[in-house]
DNA sequence: AAACTCGGCAACCGCCCCTGG
DNA sequence: TCCAGGGGCGGTTGCCGAGTT
């Protein structure tokens, strides 16, 4: 949320983005994309490391974004998916669409863990014994296994000896739906940036007067200034008036050093 | 009304893996 | 094969606001 604003030993600053910060990082990177998370504040007049420009891109100003409450619907994918998991965010996010790792995992430590405790803590009556039949219900969630989930596993594996992810955890809390479901869920807060897919593009964002993303970018974008859109950007010394951009039409001003050539080839 | 406590969550840190030279 | 750079991930921190005393 909020952190006092400092800088470490390089000048990077750090703590709480501003308003300022993050137009700047939109602009650059729904215009020329992602990259190089390291150059990139460099190039987009930011005084962040990478690493905190991605954090703050994904977890917060990239559109598709769903904040608010979690639905019932998300909270049993999430309980779902850490008994077959574990702290697997990365997996478990990429179940929900438009939630982001850091979200879920934030979710589970404040919310979900406590009640699934206290639960379990409430209905001790029930005998709680470890079965080899929870994996029934991993069918109807199909975990991708892609080349970072097998990043994870092995990560995984490298960390917790012999352990991999189809070997389920000592406790299903599905089996168990007492444990977790009399919590209601306030769905109606829920609420979502866009409709559309979550793979984005930065040539997404060019065509910003196509109605449903324009709508849905003014609501996603309505803190800033409602000028946004149509201002030049600031680190942007190729401003088109016409209001078009073009993706990588300035080689010079993403790749001084190269001059152009790193993107199409040397003539 | 003030002081205190606690929960939520944005952001940072450090480690690991992948890729290219 | 080794090494360095970059990206991704999970754990943790710490501030603010809401709730409680």
């Known amino acids: 949320m909020v952190r006092t604003p400092c800088c470490d030993e390089r000048g990077m600053?750090?703590?709480?983005?501003t308003p300022e910060e993050d137009r700047k990082l939109i602009a650059?990177?729904?215009?020329?994309?992602c990259w190089n998370w390291r150059q990139l504040p460099k190039f987009a007049g930011l005084s962040r490391c990478g690493k905190s420009?991605?954090?703050r891109w994904l977890n917060y100003l990239r559109p598709n974004i769903k904040r608010g409450n979690y639905t019932a619907e998300e909270e049993e994918i999430i309980i779902r998916l850490h008994a077959k998991l574990g702290n697997k965010w990365s997996a478990i996010a990429a179940q929900?669409?438009?939630?982001?790792?850091?979200e879920v995992k934030n979710h589970w430590h404040t919310n979900l863990k406590k009640r699934l405790m206290m639960n379990k803590h409430k209905s001790s009556s029930v005998s709680i014994t470890l079965d080899d039949d929870h994996d029934d219900h991993d069918e109807?969630?199909?975990v991708p296994k892609s080349s970072d989930q097998q990043k994870t596993t092995a990560a995984a594996n490298s960390a917790n000896a012999?352990?991999?992810?189809?070997?389920?955890?000592?406790?299903?809390?599905?089996?168990?739906?007492?444990?977790?479901?009399?919590?209601?869920s306030s769905s109606e807060v829920s609420s979502m940036t866009s409709d559309t897919a979550v793979a984005i593009t930065a040539a997404d964002y060019l065509v910003v007067e196509d109605n449903a993303t324009s709508t849905a970018m003014e609501s996603f974008y309505g803190d800033f200034s409602d000028n946004f859109w149509t201002e030049p950007f600031l680190a942007d010394n190729s401003y088109n008036p016409t209001g078009f951009y073009t993706p990588f039409m300035?080689?010079?001003?993403?790749?001084p050093s190269f001059g152009g050539d790193f993107l199409y080839g040397a003539t």
């Open 162 to 184: 012999e352990t991999t992810v189809d070997q389920i955890p000592e406790f299903d809390y599905l089996d168990y739906p007492e444990l977790w479901s009399p919590q209601p």
């Open 96 to 102: 929900l669409q438009g939630r982001t790792d850091n």
């Open 250 to 255: 300035e080689p010079e001003f993403l790749f």
């Open 28 to 33: 650059y990177v729904t215009r020329y994309g």
């Open 13 to 17: 600053k750090k703590g709480t983005w």
């Open 140 to 142: 109807e969630i199909e």
């Open 53 to 55: 420009c991605r954090l």
